[in-house]
């Protein structure tokens, strides 16, 4: 299993960090596995926001470059999302998964910016 945390209620500007952390059958895979964080936002399709490959290189949507960082920790099993200067429309509900071959989907966590 793949579990987000990490989120919570913020006001515009502030920061928030996420952990995915693997388990059960993926544990012993993650290492060689590409991930991703990915958001949800109420009637909206799920978007990948961030990702980061076995070699470390990460990729961004757009509309998060320069604010978000990803990161992973393959001694720990766990992937990481720096988010700063959060803005209301980065509200969502937030999940990480394998970039390809999808693990199902987790529960997330929920992220909620007031303005």
């Known amino acids: 299993q793949l579990q987000a945390s990490g989120g919570g209620l913020v006001q515009s500007g502030w920061s928030l960090r996420l952990s995915c952390a693997a388990s059960g059958t993926i544990f012993s895979v993650f290492s060689s596995k590409d991930m991703g964080w990915y958001r949800q936002a109420p009637g909206k399709q799920r978007e990948l926001v961030a990702s980061?490959?076995?070699?470390?290189?990460?990729n961004y949507a757009s509309s998060v470059k320069g604010r978000f960082t990803i990161s992973r920790d393959n001694s720990r099993k766990r992937v990481y999302l720096q988010m700063n200067s959060l803005k209301p429309e980065d509200t969502a509900t937030y999940y990480c998964?394998?970039?390809?071959?999808?693990?199902?989907w987790g529960q997330g966590t929920l992220v909620t910016v007031s303005s």
């Open positions: 998964n394998f970039l390809t071959d999808a693990r199902p």
């Open positions: 980061i490959i076995t070699d470390g290189n990460t």
